[in-house]
C-alpha cells in the first residue's frame, strides 16, 4: 500500500508542478499513459490472488481517477492563467481618440433648416409650397401687385435690372417672393393655400442687408378667408415656430401696394439681456407684413374680387433664423466660413418635424 | 416725417401725454420711429458771460476769458474763437460735459502753458446748426446759469414718423393732427379760410404751355407781395426749422418750408425784381440749363417740366426752385407760387436728375389739389405778418382738377374682409372724422373720399380706414378651418430631391453652404457662362454681375477663403438655382460639392490611424454616386462617360448620364489651368448633380416590393485575372464578364490592377471576382466550368485582352 501511496503524492507533487500544458501532458503519460507508473501498476493485479486483487484493484482505480481529476484541474488552471496572460498582453489604450463620423461633422445650412421648419408648421394648416423663378419681368415683380408705372413704391425695392431687350422689355431680379403669388393665383383654381420660399434680390448691402436674402410669402385665396384668420395663422406660426407657449403680437396699420387692408407685425420680445428673447418682456419687434389681398391684384389674376378673397403675408427668413437662432450678422449667412457653418448648422438626420419638435 | 410735440398741437387739442401720442400713432399706421430731444444731450451746458477776454501770453489767435457761470467765482477757459469778448453771453461746456459736434467729454487742459476750465461752445459744437465761424452769442439780458436747451426752447421732444407712401396727407403736420383727433386723441382745430383781397393786379402773367402734348401742369396760382421787408425769420420759426433738421434761410424762403411742412403744400418764392416779363410753365428744351438752389446745375430736357421766364429756365417746376430767382435778405418784392402738378413726371423727373426734395417728395405722392389756393392765401398771410407788404391779386392758370371719388359702400365689407362686426354708428364715425362724407341709408351707402386721399381706390381701402382708426386689435384671432382631409405631400418632386440630395451631402461630412446667385463675369465665362442677356445692368459691384452658369465658382472662392483662415481640409456644398437663360425653363436646381486637401469621407489630415491622403476624382464620384442614389436615380444603370465640361481635369473627371444625352452629374478634379486662372489651390474635387435632369418617378402604382427573391443554395465564387490593354476602361471588363450568364453571374467585383513587372508593357492586369448564385440547383464542376468559359470568351471579346495564365 505504501507504495500506491508515495505514488500518488509523487504524481499529485509532478501536476501541481506543470506550469504548462505540455509538462502537465507529460505528466499524463508518465502516470496514465500506456508505459505509464499506474498503467504498468494495474498490468499486475492479473498476477495477483483474488484476495490481493480485492483490495489492490479499488486501490489502484481510486488513484487513477484521483490523478485524472487532478490533471483535468490542473488544465483548467492553465488555460485560465494562460487567457489571463494573453488578455494582459492584448490590452489597448481606448482613450485613443476617433476620427469623427461624417455623418455627425456634415452640416445643414440654417437657411434650409428654417425652410424646413416652415414646411412643417405651415403643412399642418393645409398650405403646399410654391416656387417660381429668381428672374422675374416687370409686370408679375411690380405691374400685377400693384405697383403702378413710375409709383414712388417701386423705388423702396433697390431693383437690380438686366439690359433692355430689343422689343423695350426689361427683365429683372425679383424683389420680394410676391411674384409667385401672380403665378399661382393665375394658374390654380382657388382654395389657394401656399407658402412660397426663396431667394430675393436688392441692391442694397450693409449689416443687416445684403444683395440677395430668403422671404417667405404666405397666401390664402378662398372664398371667406378674413383678416381674423390672417391674425390666428400668424400667431400660431409665431408660437410654433418659436416654441413658445404664448405670444403678444401687435398688428398694425402700413402699406403695400399689394394688400388693403395692410399691417406690420410686431411680437413681444425683450432686449434687456443683450440678446433678444421671443416671446417675453415688454420691447416690440417687428418681423412682418401682411394684409388682405388687394381687389385689383385679384384682378389681375382673373378673378373677381367680389367673389374671391383672401390674405398674403412676407417675412425675412434670414431674419427670422437670426431672430430664433442668434446669428449676429446677415452676411455671414452667405460667406461660407465653414466655422460658421459648424457653429450654426444643424445635424443632418435632425429634420424638423411637429410631432418630434421642430428644433429638439 | 418730423415734427415736434408743440407743432402738433397747433393743430391738435389735446391732453394726451407723448407717450400716448406715440402709441397711437403707430397704432394708427403713422409708425414713430423715433423721439428725440435735444436738450437731453445739451443739460449740462448753461448761458455764461464773459467778463473779460486778455490776449493769450504764448498765442496770437488765443484769448484767456474769465468767465461767470452764475455760480462761484469766475473761471478760467482759454478760447480761439474771433468773436470771444467781453461782455459776450453764451454757452458754456465744463469739465465732464460731452460735446456732441466734436465727440469728446471735457477735461480740465493746458493750452499753451495756460489752464482752461470749459469751453464756450459753437453752434457746430452742439449739433445746433453748422455755424463754426465763432462762439454762440447770445442776447445780453440772456440768463446767466439757466440752462441753455430750456432758454432756447430746445427742450421738446421731436417725433419722426416713417410714412407710408399712399399717405401723402401726413407729409404735414395738420393731416398727422386729424389722424389723431379721428382716433380719438383730441379736437382738430379749424385751419384759417381767410382769403386775403389784393390790392392791384399780379403784375407778372403766368401761362401753361404744353401744346398738344400732355399737361406736365395742372393748375399753377401766383400772387404778388410787394414792398416786403426780409430777413432773419423770428425765433419761434427758425427754432421749428432747426428741430425737424432744417437751416433757416430767410424769412420768405423759411415760409415756404414751414407751409410744407405744416401743411404738406410746398410753394415757391421768386424775388419779383428777378423775373424778367411773364412766367410760362413748359417742356424744357434741350440745351437748357437751371442753376438750382440746392447749389447744383441740371440740364433740362422735354421730359422735364420747367418754369421759364424772357431769360430761360427759373425753377424746375414743383422739384427745386432756380438760384438767379431766389429770394434773398435783399428781396422787397415777392412772387409765391401755389401750383399741382403731374405726380408721375415729378417722380420721373427727380429720378432722372437725381433731385430729391421736400417739395418732389409731396408732389411724387399727391398734394391736395383743393388746398392750391388756400395754401396760397396762407403764403401770404405768413409774408405779410412776417414781412409786411402788399399783396396783389391771386391769379391761376390751368383748372384744379376735380377730385370727386365717391366708393359705393356695403357696410357688410368690414365684416368680409376684416372679420369683425362694428356698429354703423362706430363705422360712421371713424370715416367722417377723417373727413370722409357718408350718403344714403340702409346696407349700402355712397362714400365720398376727401381732396386729401388719392389713395382711396374702392371699398378696401374704406374697410383699412375703418379698422385702423377703431383698433386692429378688435378683430378676433379666427382659426383657419382645416381643409377637410389629412394633408397630402405638399412638396413637389424638386423640392423633395432638393432635400434628400442635401441631406444625403451632409452625412458625407459635408457643410451647406448659400453663396450668391451672381458671380464676377470672369467666373462665369470660365464656367460656361456669360451671355449678356444674364448680366445685370446696375450690379452692386463687379464681382456680382453676372448669374451664375454653376455653383462650382462661388463653393471654388468659398474653398479658397476658408483655405486662407488656416481651414484648407473643407467640404462644402450648395443646393441652389443656376441660370443658363433668362427664362423661368433656363433656370435650373443642382447640387454642387467640393472637397479640398485630403476631406475625404473618413476624414481629414493627419491621425494615428492613418493619414487622409488628397481629395481624388473617386471621392467625387462616390459623391455623387450617394447624392444621385438619394434622390431615386437607378445608379446601377447609369453609364459612365469622360467627356466632362472643360473646367474638369480632363483624365480624371467624368459624367453620369442615363443614356448618351441625359447628363445626371459630372464629377472629377478641377482643372488646374483654370485653378490658376482663379488664384485657387488645389487639391480640389467636385461633382454638380442636376437634379432635375432625373426623369419624373412614375405615378402613383402600388407600394409594394414584391417578393423576396433569395435562393437557399449556396453561391460559388471563382477568381478570373485578365491581360488587357491599357486604354481597356474597366466599366467595359466588368460589363462583359456581367453579361456572361445573367441568371447564374450575381455579382462582379474588380478586385485588383497591376501593371508592372510580368505584365507587358502596353498591357495591365485586372482581377475579378466572379459570384455565382445557383436558384434550382446545385452547381456542379462541369456548370461552373461552362459558365468560366463563357466569362472568358465575352472578357476576351470584349477587351482584346486574354486570361492569364
Given at each position: 500500500m505504501s507504495n500506491l501511496d508515495t505514488l500518488e503524492s509523487e504524481l499529485l507533487t509532478a501536476i501541481d508542478g506543470a506550469n504548462d500544458e505540455a509538462t502537465l501532458e507529460d505528466v499524463r503519460v508518465h502516470a496514465l499513459?500506456?508505459?505509464?507508473k499506474i498503467s504498468e501498476q494495474m498490468k499486475t493485479l492479473g498476477k495477483m490472488t483474488p484476495d490481493e486483487r480485492q483490495v489492490m484493484g479499488p486501490a489502484l482505480n481510486g488513484l487513477k481517477a484521483k490523478i485524472t481529476d487532478a490533471i483535468s484541474a490542473r488544465k483548467d488552471v492553465l488555460a485560465e492563467a494562460a487567457l489571463e496572460t494573453r488578455l494582459a498582453s492584448e490590452?489597448?489604450?481606448?482613450?485613443?481618440?476617433?476620427?469623427?463620423a461624417a455623418a455627425e461633422t456634415g452640416r445643414i445650412h440654417p437657411v434650409s433648416q428654417v425652410i424646413d421648419e416652415l414646411t412643417a408648421i405651415f403643412a399642418d394648416m393645409g398650405f403646399s409650397i410654391a416656387e417660381g423663378p429668381d428672374i422675374e419681368t416687370d409686370e408679375l415683380n411690380f405691374t400685377a401687385l400693384n405697383?403702378?408705372?413710375?409709383?414712388?413704391a417701386r423705388e423702396m425695392h433697390d431693383t437690380f435690372f438686366f439690359n433692355e431687350k430689343t422689343d423695350g422689355d426689361r427683365l429683372l431680379l425679383?424683389?420680394?417672393?410676391?411674384p409667385v403669388q401672380i403665378r399661382t393665383m393665375r394658374t390654380q383654381e382657388p382654395p389657394i393655400r401656399v407658402i412660397i420660399p426663396g431667394r430675393t434680390y436688392r441692391c442694397d448691402s450693409d449689416q443687416t442687408h445684403t444683395p440677395m436674402f430668403h422671404q417667405v410669402e404666405g397666401l390664402v385665396i378662398d372664398k371667406g378667408s378674413h383678416f381674423g384668420h390672417l391674425k390666428w395663422v400668424l400667431r400660431e406660426f409665431c408660437k410654433s415656430f418659436f416654441e413658445v407657449d404664448d405670444i403678444k403680437m401687435r398688428f398694425r396699420p402700413s402699406f403695400f401696394p399689394?394688400?388693403?387692408?395692410s399691417m406690420e407685425v410686431d411680437i413681444q420680445c425683450d432686449r434687456s439681456g443683450g440678446e433678444v428673447k421671443i416671446g417675453q418682456g415688454e420691447d416690440w419687434l417687428e418681423i412682418l407684413g401682411c394684409g388682405m389681398v388687394h381687389p385689383n391684384v385679384i384682378r389681375n389674376c382673373g378673378l373677381d374680387p367680389d367673389v374671391y378673397q383672401g390674405f398674403a403675408w412676407g417675412m425675412g427668413i434670414d431674419r427670422i433664423a437670426m431672430l430664433k437662432?442668434?446669428?449676429?450678422?446677415?452676411?455671414?449667412?452667405?460667406?461660407?466660413d465653414v466655422r460658421w457653418i459648424q457653429h450654426y448648422g444643424f445635424r443632418p438626420l435632425d429634420l424638423p418635424t411637429l410631432f418630434g419638435g421642430l428644433s429638439s | 416725417m418730423k415734427f415736434t410735440l408743440s407743432w402738433l398741437k397747433d393743430h391738435l387739442d389735446t391732453d394726451a401725454s407723448l407717450e400716448e401720442i406715440v402709441e397711437r400713432l403707430t397704432m394708427i399706421g403713422?409708425?414713430?420711429?423715433e423721439v428725440t430731444n435735444r436738450a437731453d444731450r445739451l443739460k449740462p451746458f448753461r448761458i455764461a458771460r464773459v467778463l473779460e477776454a486778455e490776449q493769450h501770453p504764448n498765442a496770437d489767435r488765443l484769448r484767456v476769458l474769465k468767465v461767470d457761470?452764475?455760480?462761484?467765482d469766475p473761471i478760467q477757459i482759454v478760447c480761439g474763437a474771433p468773436?470771444?469778448?467781453?461782455?459776450l453771453v453764451g454757452v458754456l461746456g465744463k469739465p465732464g460735459d460731452y460735446i456732441p459736434g466734436l465727440d469728446v467729454t471735457l477735461s480740465v487742459g493746458k493750452i499753451r502753458d495756460v489752464e482752461s476750465f470749459g469751453m464756450m461752445c459753437s453752434e457746430r459744437e452742439l449739433e445746433l446748426?453748422?455755424?463754426?465761424?465763432g462762439i454762440i452769442d447770445l442776447a445780453?439780458?440772456?440768463?446767466?446759469?439757466?440752462?441753455y436747451a430750456e432758454w432756447a426752447g430746445l427742450d421738446e421732444p421731436v417725433i419722426e414718423i416713417g410714412l407710408?407712401?399712399?399717405?401723402?396727407?401726413?407729409?404735414?403736420v395738420y393731416g398727422i393732427a386729424r389722424d389723431l383727433a379721428a382716433a380719438g386723441l383730441g379736437k382738430l382745430k379749424e385751419r384759417s379760410r381767410e382769403q386775403i383781397r389784393g390790392t392791384?393786379?399780379?403784375p407778372v402773367d403766368i401761362s401753361l404751355d404744353f401744346g398738344d402734348t400732355?399737361?406736365?401742369?395742372?393748375a399753377f396760382g401766383l400772387r404778388m407781395v410787394k414792398g416786403v421787408k426780409n430777413g432773419p425769420s423770428p425765433k419761434w420759426l427758425q427754432d421749428r426749422l432747426t428741430a425737424i433738421g432744417l437751416r433757416p434761410i430767410n424769412a420768405l424762403v423759411d415760409m415756404t418750408n414751414y407751409i410744407t411742412f405744416d401743411q404738406g403744400r410746398p410753394l415757391h418764392v421768386f424775388d419779383a425784381d428777378k423775373v424778367h416779363g411773364n412766367l410760362t410753365v413748359r417742356r424744357g428744351r434741350t440745351g437748357e440749363k437751371i442753376d438750382g438752389l440746392n447749389g447744383k446745375s441740371y440740364d433740362v430736357d422735354d421730359t422735364i417740366c420747367v418754369i421759364a421766364d424772357d431769360n430761360g429756365v427759373e425753377s424746375l417746376g414743383g422739384i427745386l426752385g432756380g438760384e438767379p430767382s431766389g429770394c434773398t435778405e435783399d428781396t422787397v418784392n415777392v412772387l409765391i407760387e401755389s401750383a399741382l402738378w403731374d405726380e408721375d413726371d415729378i417722380a420721373a423727373t427727380g429720378r432722372k436728375l437725381g433731385v430729391n426734395t421736400d417739395a418732389r417728395y409731396r408732389f411724387e405722392r399727391g398734394?391736395?389739389?383743393?388746398y392750391m389756393m388756400p395754401g396760397l392765401e396762407y403764403a401770404t398771410r405768413m409774408v405779410m405778418d412776417l414781412c409786411g407788404g402788399e399783396p396783389s391779386e391771386t391769379i391761376q392758370a390751368g383748372a384744379v382738377p376735380d377730385s370727386t371719388n365717391i366708393v359705393e359702400f356695403p357696410y357688410s365689407e368690414v365684416k368680409r374682409l376684416a372679420g369683425v362686426e362694428f356698429s354703423l354708428a362706430e363705422i360712421n364715425l371713424a370715416l367722417k372724422s377723417l373727413g370722409f362724407w357718408i350718403s344714403g341709408s340702409g346696407d349700402t351707402v355712397k362714400v365720398a373720399a376727401p381732396s386729401?386721399?388719392?389713395?382711396?381706390?374702392?371699398k378696401a381701402d374704406l374697410v383699412e380706414e375703418v379698422v385702423r382708426i377703431i383698433g386692429l386689435e378688435r378683430v378676433p384671432f379666427t382659426p383657419l378651418p382645416r381643409?377637410?382631409?389629412?394633408?397630402?405631400?405638399?412638396?413637389?418632386t424638386s423640392q423633395i430631391r432638393r432635400n434628400k440630395a442635401r441631406r444625403a451631402l451632409a452625412t458625407r461630412g459635408f457643410n451647406e453652404a448659400v453663396t450668391w446667385s451672381f458671380i464676377s463675369a470672369e467666373q462665369a465665362d470660365l464656367f460656361g457662362g456669360g451671355a449678356s442677356e444674364l448680366?445685370?445692368?446696375?450690379?452692386?459691384s463687379p464681382e456680382m454681375s453676372d448669374m451664375r452658369p454653376s455653383l462650382l465658382p462661388g463653393l471654388l472662392a468659398a474653398a479658397q477663403r476658408n483655405a486662407d483662415r488656416g481651414f484648407g481640409d473643407v467640404a462644402l456644398f450648395e443646393v441652389g438655382q443656376i441660370f443658363l437663360d433668362d427664362t423661368p425653363e433656363g433656370q435650373k436646381m443642382v447640387a454642387t460639392g467640393v472637397r479640398r486637401g485630403t476631406a475625404k469621407l473618413q476624414g481629414a489630415g493627419r491621425h494615428w490611424s492613418g493619414a487622409a491622403s488628397n481629395v481624388d476624382v473617386f471621392d467625387a464620384k462616390a459623391d455623387a454616386e450617394a447624392a444621385l442614389a438619394a434622390i431615386g436615380a437607378p445608379v446601377d444603370r447609369l453609364q459612365i462617360y469622360?467627356?466632362?465640361?472643360?473646367?474638369?481635369?480632363p483624365g480624371r473627371s467624368g459624367c453620369l448620364k442615363l443614356?448618351?444625352?441625359?447628363?445626371?452629374a459630372v464629377f472629377g478634379e478641377i482643372h488646374p489651368r483654370l485653378l490658376q486662372k482663379l488664384d485657387i489651390e488645389g487639391p480640389l474635387v467636385a461633382f454638380e448633380i442636376?437634379?432635375?435632369?432625373?426623369?419624373?418617378?412614375?405615378?402613383?402604382?402600388?407600394?409594394s416590393k414584391g417578393a423576396m427573391n433569395a435562393s437557399d443554395l449556396m453561391p460559388v465564387r471563382r477568381d478570373f485575372a485578365f491581360l488587357v490593354g491599357?486604354?481597356?476602361?474597366a466599366e467595359t471588363l466588368l460589363k462583359a464578364a456581367r453579361g456572361a450568364e445573367k441568371n447564374l453571374i450575381s455579382n462582379v467585383t474588380l478586385f485588383d490592377i497591376y501593371e508592372g513587372?510580368?505584365?507587358?508593357?502596353d498591357q495591365k492586369s485586372v482581377a475579378i471576382d466572379v459570384m455565382l448564385q445557383p436558384r434550382q440547383k446545385t452547381l456542379t464542376d462541369e456548370d461552373i466550368d461552362a459558365v468560366a468559359k463563357k466569362i472568358i470568351a465575352n472578357v476576351e471579346k470584349a477587351t482584346g485582352g486574354t486570361l492569364r495564365g
Open positions: 499513459g500506456k508505459k505509464g490590452k489597448v489604450d481606448v482613450s485613443l481618440p476617433l476620427r469623427p405697383f403702378p408705372v413710375g409709383h414712388p425679383r424683389t420680394h417672393t410676391s399689394f394688400t388693403e387692408p437662432y442668434g446669428m449676429p450678422d446677415l452676411r455671414a449667412f452667405f460667406d461660407a | 403713422l409708425e414713430v420711429e457761470t452764475g455760480e462761484g468773436n470771444a469778448r467781453a461782455g446748426s453748422d455755424e463754426h465761424t445780453e439780458d440772456a440768463p446767466v446759469g439757466m440752462s407710408t407712401p399712399n399717405r401723402p396727407d401726413c407729409t404735414g392791384y393786379a399780379c400732355k399737361a406736365m401742369c395742372k398734394v391736395d389739389p383743393d386729401w386721399r388719392p389713395d382711396i381706390e374702392g381643409t377637410g382631409t389629412v394633408n397630402q405631400k405638399v412638396l413637389t448680366a445685370l445692368a446696375n450690379p452692386i469622360t467627356d466632362a465640361p472643360d473646367s474638369f481635369h443614356g448618351p444625352k441625359n447628363t445626371l442636376y437634379l432635375e435632369a432625373l426623369p419624373q418617378p412614375k405615378g402613383k402604382g402600388g407600394r491599357k486604354e481597356v476602361v513587372q510580368g505584365v507587358p508593357e
